[in-house]
């Protein structure tokens, strides 16, 4: 499953992806970098960062509008200098106006600990530890502006 988080300029992610079942498990990054921006993606049915990649950005730029992929269901935290968005299977990108946000199964572990004042990073080492399927090590990249 997957956590990823945002907060400040830091955006951070487990690196484990693990079957429902819990009979696959296998490192995976869940972290891309496309020019100033970086993102994760979570779902189910997860077309892939390629996929996603093609879709979000025109060059480098981030798009106003995904193409919907309606054969998918996922969602994408996108950071970048000017704050972060969310965008999802449907097409829609939204710009956060909270000062945090997480995605995936994780997410409710993460939003609880950067609530309480935790960083990026270390809400998603919580998330590794309470969150069902969310495993270590977690990644981070820094936002420049």
């Given at each position: 499953m997957?956590?990823?988080?945002?907060?400040?300029?830091?955006?951070?992610?487990?690196?484990?992806?693990?079957?429902d079942?819990?009979?696959v498990?296998?490192p995976?990054?869940?972290?891309?970098r496309v020019?100033v921006y970086?993102?994760?993606v979570?779902?189910?049915?997860?077309?892939?960062n390629?996929i996603v990649t093609?879709?979000?950005?025109?060059?480098r730029?981030?798009?106003?509008?995904?193409?919907?992929l309606?054969?998918?269901?996922f969602?994408?935290?996108?950071?970048?200098?000017?704050?972060?968005?969310?965008?999802d299977?449907?097409?829609?990108?939204?710009k956060?106006t909270?000062?945090?946000?997480a995605?995936?199964s994780g997410a409710?572990?993460?939003m609880?600990a950067?609530?309480?004042?935790?960083?990026?990073?270390?809400?998603?080492?919580i998330a590794?530890?309470w969150?069902?399927?969310?495993?270590?090590p977690?990644?981070?990249e820094?936002?420049?502006?």
């Open positions: 997957t956590a990823i988080a945002w907060k400040d300029n830091k955006i951070a992610a487990e690196s484990h992806t693990v079957s079942d819990d009979s498990k296998y995976t990054f869940k972290l891309e020019g970086v993102y994760g979570a779902g189910e049915r997860c077309p892939g390629a093609k879709y979000l950005f025109a060059g730029r981030l798009r106003k509008r995904l193409k919907p309606d054969d998918f269901d969602s994408v935290l996108i950071a970048g200098p000017e704050g972060a968005y969310l965008a299977s449907s097409g829609d990108i939204e956060l909270a000062p945090f946000w995605i995936g409710a572990s993460c609880a950067m609530e309480m004042g935790a960083d990026a990073e270390l809400a998603v080492r590794t530890k969150a069902p399927k969310c495993e270590g977690v990644r981070v820094t936002i420049n502006g």
